[in-house]
């Protein structure tokens, strides 16, 4: 255990610029001391995993460079199961995208968080790099393996050639100058375009990357964003909306298909009866299906439906054995959708309200009730508490395609439908 702690605590290796030449190169290892300033990954640096820094122009032979530490620093601390190897800030305007792609997948088969930093920027070819640094350790937990702390600037525009390096290649062949053009932007499309699938990321990515003028630069703003690109920010407080909000925003992010928030319309679920409303819920989808057998009949006896503690049994061993039904955790909704005048039942959702990222949900399907189709990150979960477009890390004030900036509840307060929830014998009637 001693050896295992001197090792972690020996390191802070930086990446740093060689002054001139934009150049990356391993810079002195120093100790972390005990005096370090306590940030919101200091459970990450100081005592799990060690700690690299990446600054400067992202130049040819810069992924090489990276390698050779990573793998001096797999022989150093050899990596734990689940774990990362290390966490790496990325602080660059970019450079040469070839190599923020393979820096990206170094990153990745390394097992190695990549963070920015609230006062650096991480553009272009950066930008790629830190897509390939989301590894999440087992049992992943808010914020240690996030990637942007709020503040920081992740921004991502379409490649362009360097017309001079062209020119110098095919200096006496107009024609030759123009074909070599082509080339290599067909081989820069297709590198980025199989990138964008290595690491997850849906094929509208790279197409609308490529869609885009060169100079304009994509931030990475909205909890939407930062849910397709598989990130998460740091410092991401719960957000200040009423827990049936938060309920619809959680069904909606697990939705194949979001509704508009004017058409969600939320119910509370009595605490005294959640167990027994949803057991109620498995009930009619078995009707639906016109099942028989054991489980229906213990649905259908009043004895077992009406005892509370018969209720909790049976709750606790249709859960075990699979059937889709919430840990209930603490309030629980009934969120609906109202479509062209029919109600109709989506998600049943219970929160927690202490701890945001603790919280369960269930789709209501047409036979039955059925798991998310869409699942939160291990390690934010409370990204789902918020609607996909509410913005959580504003683009810089001075880029000159700023649009209005708007709060993460601002985007937030259509108002939503309530209902009162029938009881059972109201259904039958």
């Given at each position: 255990?001693?050896?295992?702690?001197?090792?972690?605590?020996?390191?802070?290796?930086?990446?740093?610029?060689?002054?001139?030449?934009?150049?990356?190169?391993?810079?002195?290892?120093?100790?972390?001391?005990?005096?370090?300033?306590?940030?919101?990954?200091?459970?990450?640096?100081?005592?799990?995993?060690?700690?690299?820094?990446?600054?400067?122009?992202?130049?040819?032979?810069?992924?090489?460079?990276?390698?050779?530490?990573?793998?001096?620093?797999?022989?150093?601390?050899?990596?734990?199961?689940?774990?990362?190897?290390?966490?790496?800030?990325?602080?660059?305007?970019?450079?040469?995208?070839?190599?923020?792609?393979?820096?990206?997948?170094?990153?990745?088969?390394?097992?190695?968080?990549?963070?920015?930093?609230?006062?650096?920027?991480?553009?272009?070819?950066?930008?790629?790099?830190?897509?390939?640094?989301?590894?999440?350790?087992?049992?992943?937990?808010?914020?240690?393996?996030?990637?942007?702390?709020?503040?920081?600037?992740?921004?991502?525009?379409?490649?362009?050639?360097?017309?001079?390096?062209?020119?110098?290649?095919?200096?006496?062949?107009?024609?030759?100058?123009?074909?070599?053009?082509?080339?290599?932007?067909?081989?820069?499309?297709?590198?980025?375009?199989?990138?964008?699938?290595?690491?997850?990321?849906?094929?509208?990515?790279?197409?609308?990357?490529?869609?885009?003028?060169?100079?304009?630069?994509?931030?990475?703003?909205?909890?939407?964003?930062?849910?397709?690109?598989?990130?998460?920010?740091?410092?991401?407080?719960?957000?200040?909306?009423?827990?049936?909000?938060?309920?619809?925003?959680?069904?909606?992010?697990?939705?194949?298909?979001?509704?508009?928030?004017?058409?969600?319309?939320?119910?509370?679920?009595?605490?005294?009866?959640?167990?027994?409303?949803?057991?109620?819920?498995?009930?009619?989808?078995?009707?639906?299906?016109?099942?028989?057998?054991?489980?229906?009949?213990?649905?259908?006896?009043?004895?077992?439906?009406?005892?509370?503690?018969?209720?909790?049994?049976?709750?606790?061993?249709?859960?075990?054995?699979?059937?889709?039904?919430?840990?209930?955790?603490?309030?629980?909704?009934?969120?609906?959708?109202?479509e062209a005048g029919r109600v109709r039942a989506a998600c049943y959702v219970s929160l927690s309200s202490t701890d945001p990222d603790r919280y369960e949900v269930v789709l209501q399907g047409t036979r039955g009730l059925t798991e998310a189709v869409r699942k939160p990150p291990a390690n934010a979960r409370r990204l789902f508490l918020y609607d996909r477009q509410a913005v959580a890390?504003?683009?810089?004030?001075?880029?000159?395609?700023?649009?209005?900036?708007?709060?993460?509840?601002?985007?937030?307060?259509?108002?939503?439908?309530?209902?009162?929830?029938?009881?059972?014998?109201?259904?039958?009637?």
């Open positions: 255990m001693r050896i295992v702690l001197a090792i972690l605590v020996l390191t802070v290796i930086c990446i740093a610029p060689v002054p001139g030449t934009g150049e990356l190169r391993a810079a002195t290892i120093v100790s972390l001391t005990a005096s370090a300033p306590t940030t919101l990954f200091s459970r990450t640096v100081a005592v799990e995993s060690p700690r690299l820094r990446l600054t400067g122009m992202i130049e040819s032979g810069d992924a090489e460079r990276l390698r050779e530490l990573l793998d001096k620093l797999r022989e150093l601390a050899p990596q734990r199961p689940g774990m990362p190897l290390a966490t790496i800030e990325l602080s660059s305007v970019g450079g040469d995208l070839s190599e923020g792609v393979r820096i990206g997948e170094l990153l990745k088969n390394y097992r190695v968080v990549a963070v920015v930093r609230k006062q650096d920027l991480c553009l272009s070819a950066c930008a790629l790099a830190l897509l390939g640094g989301n590894t999440v350790r087992t049992g992943g937990a808010y914020p240690f393996d996030c990637n942007v702390e709020v503040g920081g600037k992740v921004a991502f525009h379409n490649f362009f050639l360097d017309r001079s390096h062209l020119r110098r290649l095919t200096s006496d062949d107009p024609i030759a100058s123009r074909l070599q053009g082509f080339a290599d932007g067909r081989s820069g499309a297709a590198m980025l375009i199989k990138y964008a699938a290595d690491m997850g990321l849906p094929p509208s990515f790279a197409a609308n990357l490529m869609a885009r003028p060169v100079e304009e630069f994509q931030y990475v703003e909205t909890i939407g964003e930062f849910l397709a690109l598989n990130l998460c920010p740091i410092g991401l407080e719960r957000p200040r909306l009423p827990l049936s909000h938060q309920a619809a925003n959680v069904c909606n992010n697990s939705l194949a298909t979001p509704a508009p928030l004017s058409s969600v319309i939320v119910g509370q679920i009595e605490p005294p009866r959640v167990r027994q409303y949803m057991l109620e819920r498995v009930q009619d989808g078995l009707n639906a299906a016109r099942a028989r057998g054991k489980l229906a009949d213990q649905l259908a006896t009043w004895s077992v439906m009406r005892s509370k503690e018969e209720v909790e049994r049976l709750y606790d061993d249709l859960r075990a054995a699979g059937v889709a039904l919430p840990e209930i955790v603490g309030q629980t909704f009934e969120v609906a959708v109202n890390n504003r683009r810089p004030p001075s880029d000159d395609a700023e649009r209005v900036a708007i709060d993460i509840e601002d985007r937030q307060t259509s108002p939503l439908g309530s209902r009162q929830l029938p009881t059972r014998d109201a259904l039958r009637r």
